[in-house]
C-alpha cells in the first residue's frame, strides 16, 4: 500500500465549476500537508500548506485535513481555464534532529477546465 | 524571493556519456537541497538529500555511484548522472530548502528534461 493514494484522473470540469480533488494517507504520523501545482514540464509550485487539522482558505482555494479519516482535500472555486495543470497532494512526518524531513507525494491529479 | 533555478532546461545526450544539472538558489540560502525524479504521469520520487559541506543521503535503490550529488556552497548543488542510459531519461527537478525556515518548506526549480539516446 502506498503511503498517499491520490486518483489520477484525468479530471474535466466546465469554467466556473467547483473542483474537489482528494488524497488519503496511512502514516500517522504526518502532520503537515501541502498542496502542489504542476505545470506540463515545469516543476511544482506550492499552493497550500497546512498544519493539523480543519481548513484553510486561500482566494478560491481551500485545503481541508481531517486526521481522524486520513484524508485531505483541496477545493478550487469559480475554476478557471487557466487552472488547468496536476495537483499533488504531499505530507511529512516532522523529522528527528539528525535528518531533515522527507516530504512524501501523491501521484498527481490531472486537472482540465473547460471554457 | 525564493527562486531556484535549474541549468540546463533541457538535455539530450549519447548513451554511456555523463551529464551534469546545476540547481541554484538565486535569492537565498539553501542549507538543504533535494533531488527528485519523476517519470511522465507519475509523481515525484525522491532520490537523494544533500547538506552544504557532507555527503548526501541517498534514498533506497538509488546508485550513489551514478548519481554524483556536490552540494558544494549554500547556493549551488549539481547531480550529475554518470554513464548514463536510455533508462536514465526522465525529467529531474530539485528543491532547496532556505536556512531557518520549517523543515517541510522547499522550494523548486523548473525541472531538466534528460533524454538519452
Known amino acids: 500500500q502506498k503511503e498517499v493514494e491520490q486518483d489520477p484522473g484525468p479530471l474535466s470540469v466546465p469554467e466556473g465549476a467547483i473542483v474537489s480533488l482528494n488524497c488519503t494517507y496511512s502514516?500517522?504520523?504526518?502532520?503537515?500537508f501541502m498542496w502542489y501545482r504542476q505545470y506540463s514540464r515545469k516543476g511544482p509550485e506550492l499552493l497550500m500548506y497546512?498544519?493539523?487539522?480543519g481548513n484553510k482558505e486561500d482566494g478560491r482555494f481551500t485545503a481541508q485535513v481531517d486526521k481522524s479519516s486520513k484524508y485531505i482535500s483541496l477545493f478550487i472555486r469559480d475554476s478557471q481555464p487557466s487552472d488547468s495543470a496536476t495537483y499533488l497532494c504531499?505530507?511529512?512526518?516532522?523529522?528527528?534532529?539528525?535528518?531533515?524531513?522527507?516530504?512524501?507525494f501523491g501521484s498527481g491529479t490531472r486537472l482540465s477546465i473547460r471554457p | 524571493g525564493a527562486v531556484v533555478s535549474q541549468h540546463p532546461s533541457w538535455v539530450i545526450c549519447k548513451s554511456g556519456t555523463s551529464v551534469k544539472i546545476e540547481c541554484r538558489s538565486l535569492d537565498f540560502q539553501a542549507t538543504t537541497m533535494f533531488w527528485y525524479r519523476q517519470f511522465p504521469k507519475q509523481s515525484l520520487m525522491l532520490m537523494a538529500t544533500?547538506?552544504?559541506?557532507?555527503?548526501?543521503?541517498?534514498e533506497q535503490g538509488v546508485e550513489k555511484d551514478k548519481f554524483l550529488i556536490n552540494h558544494a556552497s549554500l547556493t549551488l548543488s549539481t547531480l550529475t548522472v554518470t554513464s548514463a542510459h536510455p533508462e536514465d531519461s526522465s525529467f529531474y527537478i530539485c528543491s532547496a530548502r532556505p536556512r531557518g525556515l520549517a523543515a517541510d518548506t522547499q522550494y523548486f526549480g523548473p525541472g531538466t528534461r534528460l533524454t538519452v539516446l
Open positions: 504531499a505530507m511529512s512526518a516532522p523529522a528527528g534532529d539528525s535528518s531533515a524531513s522527507k516530504i512524501i
Open positions: 502514516n500517522s504520523a504526518f502532520q503537515y
Open positions: 497546512t498544519y493539523s487539522s
Open positions: 544533500s547538506n552544504e559541506g557532507s555527503k548526501a543521503t541517498y
